[in-house]
Nanobody
């Protein structure tokens, strides 16, 4: 079982930045990609960025492309999301998740508790 815990959320002043962290534990050897998701009040959870743990290939949804940067540190079993100048539309609870292989079958890790990120105009 993989366990993920998000941290680093908070209120960002206009023009500021925020760095979210996702710490993985348990069967981390079963993970092959990790991603950041967010859920704003009254909206569905959406995937905003993902990274391959081998090779580091990244992808972003259009709304955060050029503003947010996803990265990982495989030595620390951690993933990060650098949020530059988040705006009010970026206000959401941010979650991380991992795609895993369990006995050769693909799956998704359980959700962590999330961390609240609040952007300013």
């Amino acid at each position: 079982q993989v366990k993920l815990v998000e941290s680093g959320g908070g209120l960002v002043q206009a023009g500021g930045s925020l760095r979210l962290s996702c710490a993985a534990s348990g069967r981390t050897d079963s993970m092959y990609t990790m991603g950041w998701f967010r859920q704003a009040p009254g909206k569905e959870r959406e995937k905003i960025a993902a990274i391959a743990l081998i090779g580091g290939f990244t992808e972003y949804t259009d709304s955060v492309k050029g503003r947010f940067t996803i990265s990982r540190d495989t030595t620390k079993n951690s993933m990060y999301l650098q949020m530059n100048k988040p705006n009010p539309e970026d206000t959401a609870v941010y979650f991380c998740a991992a795609q895993i292989l369990n006995s050769g079958y693909p799956g998704v890790s359980p959700w962590g508790p999330g961390t609240q990120g609040t952007g300013s105009s």
